[in-house]
Nanobody, 127 residues
């Protein structure tokens, strides 16, 4: 089992920046891909970004490419999401997710393929 705890959400004006963090605990001796998803009111949970165990490979939703950056520090069992040039449509609850790393196919935007989830952190972008 892996436990994930997100932090760093808040209220920011359009054009501003936020940095989300997610700390993993528990069975962290295994290798995991880590990802960020978000869910706006009345919408499905969608993939935002994901990163491989090594940190070399990343995956981004088209809507955040060029604005968001995912990174990780394995020594700290932590994944980050740097969000710049925020827009009101980025408003959502952001969730950290983890799944066991096997190969490149482990980097997935499909929500059902991720096994562990955090409780989420609210990000609100005002216009």
């Amino acid at each position: 089992q892996v436990q994930l705890v997100e932090s760093g959400g808040g209220l920011v004006q359009a054009g501003g920046s936020l940095r989300l963090s997610c700390a993993a605990s528990g069975r962290t001796s295994s290798r995991y891909a880590l990802g960020w998803f978000r869910q706006a009111p009345g919408k499905e949970r969608e993939s935002v970004a994901a990163i491989s165990w090594s940190g070399i490979s990343t995956l981004y939703a088209d809507s955040v490419k060029g604005r968001f950056t995912i990174s990780r520090e394995n020594a700290k069992n932590t994944v980050y999401l740097q969000m710049n040039s925020l827009k009101p449509e980025d408003t959502a609850v952001y969730y950290c997710a983890a799944r066991l790393w096997r190969d490149a196919s482990s980097l997935s935007a499909t929500r059902e393929r991720w096994n562990y989830w955090g409780q989420g952190t609210q990000v609100t972008v005002s216009s």
